[in-house]
């Protein structure tokens, strides 16, 4: 149980396009989802956090209007990557938990993502 | 702040050996503790939690201890094998950080044959 997956598991795209990409929690309901970016040799750093239906609470430095995340149903959260840059490339990865957010967060594989 | 490290960077073993890596946070109020591993380019999975109440917690050969009062953490892994190599990850989840998870820079371990 607790399987989250994400898609597209990798993308490439030239800049200035818009990358949307999927985070869905498949046997469970998500309360709160979250979104990390991890550059090379780097640990994860949380980008963003959502809980289903209301907005998205963006840590410190991140641009809410080029991240924009949506949480619309219970299983089902987005990144979407407005006017994507070069150095918007990086691996993407969601998790999902259950309950608040200091309950047991479980990961999808990530989105590698390269802007040209 | 919560902050998170992880001690060693980088550690190389042969092949059967036990092995311990070492997490330590600095605000010891504390929801969970969790242990990751990460292979290249993939996702994190997750190894073992361990809830502030606990002390530890086990999982075939691998065994995670908790002391909050030091701010430590420990995971052991017993009778390495070469598929063990990866980069582990310890995160924290505390009060100081909203309940967000804090990530360690990982320990990168490659279990030589």
């Known amino acids: 149980g607790a399987v989250v997956s994400q898609h597209p598991s990798w993308v490439i795209c030239k800049s200035g396009t818009s990358v949307k990409i999927e985070c869905r929690s498949l046997?469970?309901?998500?309360?709160?989802m979250f979104w990390y970016r991890q550059f090379p040799k780097q640990s994860l750093m949380l980008m963003a956090t959502?809980?289903?239906?209301?907005?998205?609470?963006?840590e410190q430095g991140v641009e809410k209007d080029k991240f924009l995340i949506n949480h619309a149903s219970l299983t089902l959260s987005t990144l979407t990557v407005t006017s994507a840059h070069p150095e918007d490339s990086s691996f993407y990865i969601c998790?999902?938990?259950?309950?608040?957010?200091?309950?047991?967060?479980?990961f999808g594989p990530g989105t590698r993502l390269t802007v040209l | 702040k919560q902050e998170v490290t992880q001690i060693p960077a980088a550690l190389s073993v042969p092949e059967g050996e036990n092995l311990v890596l070492n997490c330590s946070f600095t605000?010891?109020?504390?929801?969970?503790l969790q242990w990751f591993r990460q292979d290249p380019g993939k996702g994190l999975t997750s190894l073992l939690l361990?809830?502030?109440?606990?002390r530890e917690q086990t999982s075939g050969r691998l065994n995670a201890s908790l002391d909050k009062s030091s701010g430590r953490s420990t995971l052991y892994i017993a009778a390495s094998q070469p598929g063990d190599s990866a980069t582990y990850l310890c995160a924290v989840s505390s009060e100081t950080s909203g309940s967000r998870l804090t990530f360690g820079e990982g320990t990168q371990l490659t279990v030589n044959p």
């Open positions: 959502s809980n289903e239906g209301s907005k998205a609470t963006y």
């Open positions: 361990i809830q502030s109440s606990q």
């Open positions: 605000d010891s109020a504390i929801y969970n």
């Open positions: 998790s999902a938990s259950s309950g608040p957010s200091y309950n047991e967060q479980f």
């Open positions: 046997d469970f309901q998500a309360t709160t």
